[in-house]
């Protein structure tokens, strides 16, 4: 077990190391701690080395010039500068809530990032300001569209912090497609068949193979398969890329640039970098917030007291799980695989950083 | 086959005589029509004897004075006094796009509204004012959350509508569950079993009883079940219905009054009649909106020519099929269902009409 505060304290310093500024080394720390104190532990420190190489090939600037490229009283268009997305993300949605707090809502797209972590941290900074909070990126192509046997959608995440009054706040946090590309590498890892219905072979055909993506395989859109709906999913997919990237000048569709800095940058960019799209309500633009927040808890209250499903003992809020985990790991500490352990150590030997 | 004019003749004289002003009647019949046009037969002139009788009880106010309760720069709620969403729908979108015009874009939550027809009529009419169209709507309850046996959430459908340059624009407009209800009663029809992974029975176990909804069952979010990604399809139903009620101040969850008539409308309200959440987003508030329909022709292109799974001739884009069918509708009639016609010249009779 690892205590979050520590963990925060070495990311913190890789990225002092790396040249990043003071309040953007704090940022990006936090980002990432929070991923593994929510729980969301595909997304936490095992990604710090990811972004240590991206840094040392040249594809992370660790001293970025965000700016508003431009903007209107409720919009703005960012360029990131090539920072890394964990400083991007925060930087943009803090434009989006100054926006709201004028125009009533705020809406930022940011071209020229990386990776950006869990999303649900980014929208989740609305909610002290009792905002709804939105955001949404595009990633590398690992999701074939309906009817395709192309790889051209990321796992494009989609997030939404909606603050309640006397109950936790409503927070998913949710990639469009069945499952995060994690769970798939478990069942590798198991060497077990994964579900039918999470991917499909070079053909398009559905597939249990867990290394179906090694061999023309796709990840498939929410639904899985088009009689379930997975042109809904590859509808959700589509919309992420569209606002993150069609929308803010970075690249879209097959064009994203992989996370992992071993991969070759797709040639004949159509745009810059990676793109997010994020949002904030000011909650008092519609009705009054108190209003607003006793309904919430009313409509959390219905949803969680439900009648549960057999072999299930509660029907769960959005959000539920990771505030869970959240408050467990924070008094007893974030457990890490040793792989994870061995990279973090690998990284405190680049830098000579004790870990 | 029916001409599309003559069948909106028709609603139109239907509307006029329910006392809707000239140009609400109008506007309402083009919603019915054009979904009858874009192939969603199920939210066509098929539903047109539901309006009619929803104003009987009292339920719909023919001639209703909408108005704006609070506004921001980029923000408006809006009551729609009971009025036909078909009308309300448009009218909120009016606004919004005129926000999106001063503030760059525009946001109007609705309260106190009725079904408002397909989601896409309403996001569409952005497209022309070069601007990116959102809505949302609840509705009845019929679908269960994720480890739960109780229908609290609708088919809570969304609209998203791009505009492109030379190719057609993309409109995405999809319920939140892996099949719309209407495909569920196609199965009873032919007295056959559904699919699993559409419903589950009163226990909450998937089922392929296509009566399961008549005997405690429900409808599952998109994605099916927990395994599938079904929590995800759940946070989406969940969002709809938070953003179109919550946040407008209609009812939510358990309490949104059904369509049919004849159902009784839930006891304790927690709000005034069903919700919708409409926004408009003027693409050159982010980027030029050449530069940006260039982009999404690129994109619409590069998906469109993707190699197609085994036994599929082509990759669709979110819209392709409505846009298809709504060219061969215009010239070769709307084909109508025996029970549909009769159902219409009841409606005729009723009014001393002409079918």
Redesign the interface.
């Known amino acids: 077990m690892f205590s979050h505060e520590k963990l925060k304290r070495f990311c913190k310093e890789v990225f002092l190391t790396m040249g990043c500024p003071q309040e953007h080394a704090e940022t990006a720390a936090d980002v990432l701690v929070t991923a593994d104190l929510r729980g969301v532990d595909s997304h936490g420190v095992v990604r710090l080395s990811g972004y240590v190489r991206l840094w040392e090939i040249g594809r992370v600037n660790a001293n970025p010039n965000i700016k508003v490229v ?6 703005a ?1 960012i360029d990131g500068d090539r920072g890394l997305g964990l400083v991007v993300g925060p930087e943009a949605m803090k434009i989006a809530i100054d926006k709201a707090n ?4 705020g ?1 930022v ?1 940011v071209k020229n990032s990386n990776h950006y972590g869990i999303a649900g941290y980014h929208a989740m900074l609305a909610l002290e300001h009792d905002m ?1 909070g939105i955001t949404m990126t595009n990633a590398s192509a690992h999701v ?7 790889r ?1 959608l990321g796992t494009n995440p989609i997030s ?1 912090a ?1 603050p309640a009054g006397k109950e936790p706040p ?1 927070v ?1 946090d ?6 995060a590309y994690g769970k798939i590498e478990m069942y590798q890892r198991k060497g077990e068949p994964v ?1 039918l ?2 991917l ?1 072979d070079e ?3 559905p597939t249990t193979n867990a290394y179906a993506t090694h061999e023309g395989g796709a990840l498939v859109p ?3 398969d088009r ?3 997975s ?6 997919g ?2 992420v ?3 993150s990237a ?4 970075a690249n ?3 064009w994203v640039p992989p996370f992992p800095a071993y991969l070759p940058v797709p040639e004949n960019p ?2 810059q970098g990676i793109g997010h799209f994020l949002g904030a ?3 008092d ?3 009054p917030a108190d ?2 927040k006793a ?2 808890d ?2 959390i209250r ?2 969680r007291r ?7 003992k ?3 809020i ?1 959000g539920d799980p990771e505030a869970e985990t959240m408050e467990k790991r924070k008094s007893r500490g974030i457990p890490l695989l040793e792989s994870v352990v061995e990279d973090l150590k690998g990284v405190a030997d680049k830098f000579g950083i004790k870990f």
């Open positions: 431009h903007e209107t009283a409720s919009t268009l004028q125009a009533g809502t809406w797209a709804i074939a569209p309906t009817f395709s046997v192309e051209l939404v909606v409503f998913a949710f990639a469009t497609t069945p499952v579900p219905g999470w499909q053909k398009g055909c929410l639904g899985g009689e379930h709906g042109h809904k999913g590859y509808c959700l589509a919309i890329d569209i606002f069609v929308l803010s000048g879209y569709g097959p159509v745009g309500m000011r909650i633009a519609f009705r209003e607003f309904n919430m009313t409509w219905r949803f439900s009648k549960p499903a057999q072999g299930h509660r029907v769960l959005p």
